[in-house]
């Protein structure tokens, strides 16, 4: 029998997660379906980056382009747990968490779809920017760093236009002129608080993966 490989065990994982959110989590979160979806995207846009790794090649260019426009989907779905807060998870008498299995259900599966996102998120973003050290910054030591750190600031960004702003990355295709004018007008010291927030969180668990990979624990 054929070994699957990475690329499709992930196909696969998503496929059952995306299959299971739909059908156990109701209004008001079932909106983690598309929320999901979309964070899966810029993780298959970036296989196939890899599958096209020629920097003459306008494959390339042109999915390499679309990972970075859904990139902030990934770590985005993080800020979704506050959500959570929807399910009142404390008694009104002394309180102490509910012990409701529908309640911890609803969690688990926000916590899970949270961490998966992100992650192999990361892990995508990482192998990317391996791969442009490689055929754009050879001589440049360590540049994939450069590379995180850009890449981590710029979805950090697009989380601030996600959440704040409700605006998704298909928005940018539909409407761009729109798009654009509402990209002009967010720039404020908050907002870049807020950025630089999201750009350190990125920024150690793409450290905690590396330190994990180090570890060699699986």
């Known amino acids: 029998m054929p070994k699957l490989s990475y690329q499709w065990k992930l196909r696969l994982y998503f496929l059952i997660l995306l299959a299971t959110l739909q059908l156990l989590l109701k209004s008001p979160f079932n909106f983690m379906v598309l929320n999901v979806f979309l964070a899966y995207l810029p993780i298959e ?17 042109s999915l390499l382009f679309l990972w970075l426009i859904f990139y902030p989907n990934a770590p985005y779905v993080m800020t979704d747990l506050f959500h959570l807060s929807w399910l009142h998870p404390h008694t009104s008498t002394t309180g ?5 299995p529908k309640m911890w259900l609803i969690f688990a599966l926000m916590v899970l779809s ?10 995508e973003m990482a ?4 791969l442009l050290e490689k055929m754009l910054t050879p001589k440049l030591s360590h540049s994939h760093l450069i590379w995180v750190g850009c890449f981590s600031f710029l979805a950090g960004i697009g989380i601030y236009i996600g959440r704040f702003l409700r605006l998704h990355s298909i928005y940018l ?6 798009f654009f004018n509402q990209l002009l007008s967010i720039w404020s010291w908050p907002m870049l608080e807020f950025v630089l927030i999201m750009t350190i969180l990125q920024l150690l668990i793409y450290w905690c993966l590396h330190l994990i ?3 060699d624990l699986m």
């Open 213 to 215: 990979k180090q570890a």
């Open 114 to 123: 949270a961490f998966s996102c992100v992650i192999f998120g990361t892990v």
């Open 45 to 61: 846009f970036g296989f196939w980056v890899q599958h096209f790794a020629d920097r003459r090649s306008l494959a390339f260019w």
């Open 173 to 178: 295709f539909i409407t761009p002129s729109w």
């Open 96 to 100: 102490i968490l509910r012990t409701d």
């Open 127 to 130: 192998r990317l920017s391996r």
